[in-house]
């Protein structure tokens, strides 16, 4: 709705074990092509993309958030938070992921492109939200944030923490997510909610195609 749509073509279905879907080949009225996935189960928007070219920067991140969350919503997405930002070619790239009771559920993720020139959404992938967003979830920590965070190093300055659920092998870990400065250089950290044990650690890196982790 809203990219005027003049042919829609069904190209074959994908099957997975986790997921199904019907594949389509839009072509708007000016010829530009989308590839869209929608669910066997439910007839949810899982992914679309397309290529068009944007050559000014006339949104904001922020505009383009707001523009980002409205989609989404309409989409029947709600309950997100954004956890990354990245803009590179005057796209903005968005990740979201799950509130569950205020934990940000990263195995729950969308991840959303915004045209800054056009201001609207160009691409976006719900594979993840879609597979693992269901069930009970364990969001009741042992330790408290502060119990957590006496635990990291007392040469990293704290610029926030969460509690976030992240994957590990094949199971979920409830734990404390901390962004942290070292010197010039910041880290996110992950450590067990319950023993307090560091679990994951990235480095945030800074590149003329937006930022990314190591």
């Known amino acids: 709705e809203g990219y005027h749509i003049a042919d829609v073509r069904m190209t074959g279905e994908t099957m997975a074990r986790d997921f199904r879907a019907y594949n389509f080949v839009l072509t708007d009225e000016n010829g530009t092509e989308y590839f869209?996935?929608?669910t066997k189960n439910g007839g949810k928007l899982a992914f679309f993309d397309s290529y068009e070219v944007c050559t000014q920067k006339n949104f904001t991140l922020e505009n383009c958030d707001s523009l980002a969350q409205e989609y989404l919503a309409g989409l029947g997405y709600t309950g997100l938070t954004p956890v990354w930002f990245s803009d590179a070619g005057n796209v903005a790239s968005i990740t979201y992921v799950a509130d569950v009771s205020g934990v940000?559920?990263?195995?729950?993720?969308?991840?959303?492109?915004?045209?800054?020139?056009?201001?609207?959404?160009?691409?976006?992938?719900?594979?993840?939200?879609?597979?693992?967003?269901?069930?009970?979830?364990?969001?009741?920590?042992?330790l408290t944030q502060s119990e957590a965070r006496a635990k990291l190093a007392s040469a990293l300055e704290v610029q926030s923490g969460h509690l976030a659920l992240i994957p590990l092998g094949r199971r979920e870990v409830l734990t404390y997510e901390f962004v942290c400065r070292y010197g010039e250089e910041q880290f996110i950290l992950y450590l067990d909610a319950h023993p307090g044990d560091e679990v994951r650690i990235f480095r945030v890196h800074e590149s003329a195609q937006g930022s990314y982790l190591s």
């Open 36 to 38: 869209a996935q929608v």
């Open 104 to 142: 940000r559920a990263y195995p729950d993720m969308i991840r959303v492109r915004v045209c800054e020139e056009k201001g609207r959404v160009v691409g976006m992938d719900a594979h993840a939200y879609l597979v693992n967003h269901h069930g009970k979830r364990e969001v009741s920590p042992a």
